[in-house]
T-cell receptor
């Protein structure tokens, strides 16, 4: 049973629209991450947070923004969607104990038309 | 050059075969090594975790790390159709923080 939830699962939206991808976790993890994954390509880190009010950009340049007002919630926002934003977005969290790795959500598949 | 290189496949083998999946890396600071399995339309799930060099076995799965060669492997014995998925290697110098992922190998086990 998933302990990290992403909504929506699928989204088709027009160019120029503002969208927010939701991510929530119930494990009390301090660390949360957003990855972008294109078909057949590696996961690219776009944002991460090590706790409330702490956010950092990842290795992949992104026009999105994130916020971390509550431990369990890490939404990602695109102010003006473009076709180049079409991708799968994966949210993950991790706690103490490296052996547990990341827990991933099921992802949001975004298509911008 | 990518920090982590992984052959994307696709790899197709008959049921019962031994499967070998591999990754190479360039950052000698990596100490934590993981394998994730990702089914279609799902997020990755942690399959195996290894710290530093050596082998680790869990049922039909064995993970190997050779830090001197900067090379890690995942072996699947007695492969089953349910093992069909994309397998991603991941690694980090600092445990489960800012993992760097390989491209993923798409594996199909044919009945």
């Amino acid at each position: 049973e998933a302990d990290i939830y992403q909504t929506p699962r699928y989204l088709v939206i027009g160019t120029g629209k503002k969208i927010t991808l939701e991510c929530s976790q119930t494990m009390g993890h301090d660390k949360m991450y957003w990855y972008q994954q294109d078909p057949g390509m590696e996961l690219h880190l776009i944002h991460y947070s090590y706790g409330v009010n702490s956010t950092e950009k990842g290795d992949l340049s992104s026009e999105s923004t994130v916020s971390r007002i509550r431990t369990e919630h890490f939404p990602l926002t695109l102010e003006s969607a473009r076709p180049s934003h079409t991708s799968q977005y994966l949210c993950a969290s991790s706690g103490t104990g490296a052996e547990r790795g990341y827990t991933f959500g099921s992802g949001t598949r975004l298509t911008v038309v | 050059q990518k920090e982590v290189e992984q052959d994307p496949g696709p790899l197709s083998v008959p049921e019962g075969a031994i499967v070998s999946l591999n990754c190479t890396y360039s950052n000698s600071a990596f100490q934590y090594f993981m394998w994730y399995r990702q089914y279609s339309r799902k997020g990755p799930e942690l399959l195996m975790y290894t710290y530093s060099s050596g082998n680790k076995e869990d049922g039909r799965f064995t993970a190997q790390v050779d830090k001197s060669s900067k090379y890690i492997s995942l072996f699947i014995r007695d492969s089953q159709p349910s093992d069909s998925a994309t397998y991603l290697c991941a690694m980090s110098p600092w445990g489960a923080q800012k993992l760097v992922f390989g491209q993923g190998t798409r594996l199909t086990i044919n009945p």
